[in-house]
């Protein structure tokens, strides 16, 4: 009888476990308190869970993100002859900033918004690749509405339709205004 609560005890942590593996608290990503947006909102923060990150190194390869919860603005890194640069942790689609956008305020809408779609969502993803810093990485508001729009060290990021694969930097250079952006949130202007 005394070895029933403990069973029922183990039973619970087997199936908290796995869960707990995939969610990580703020804290596990550099800070201790949740993630302030640009509104003054908190956004809890999500790790990407260390098997779908980094993305694949064939870029033919999709589903990267697989098991994520839905509305995870995911953020791993890929290295490319670029170097190493930020892309979308389920697709490895590379990010890009856009010069014209303000700090944290994005003004790529309508038509440009098609071609230069913002990387939305309602919960962040930091990659286990990604060195994350406190208040680097936050979920702002578009000019549109709609879902929030991830920036890092103020650069609202976008994904490239023209990029069709994981690790495509098509887009590098365009319009001498958008570029890719380093794991450190600096953009990345050299052309290959």
């Known amino acids: 009888m005394l070895f029933r609560p403990l069973r029922r005890l183990l039973r619970a942590l087997a199936l908290a476990l796995p869960l707990a593996a995939t969610v990580a608290v703020p804290a596990a990503c550099g800070s201790s308190s949740p993630k302030r947006t640009a509104d003054g909102g908190t956004v809890p923060t999500l790790t990407v869970p260390a098997s779908i990150a980094p993305p694949p190194t064939n870029p033919a390869t999709s589903g990267t993100g697989q098991g994520l919860p839905g509305g995870v603005a ?8 670029l170097g190493d640069l930020l892309v979308d942790g389920r697709t490895g689609r590379t990010l890009y900033a856009y010069l014209g956008d303000g700090h944290d305020r994005p003004t790529c809408t309508g038509a440009c918004a098609k071609v230069w779609v913002p990387f939305t969502g309602t919960q962040i993803g930091i990659g286990p690749s990604v060195t994350y810093r406190p208040g680097e990485f936050k979920l702002v508001t578009r000019p549109s509405g709609g879902p929030r729009q991830l920036s890092v060290d103020g650069h609202p990021l976008y994904t490239y339709t023209g990029d069709t694969l994981a690790g ?9 205004r958008w570029f890719v952006v380093s794991p450190s949130g600096t953009l990345i202007t050299k052309t290959s």
Not at 74 to 81: C, K, Q, Y
């Open 74 to 81: 995911a953020v791993t890194v890929l290295g490319s002859d």
């Open 168 to 176: 495509q930097t098509h887009g590098q250079g365009a319009e001498g």
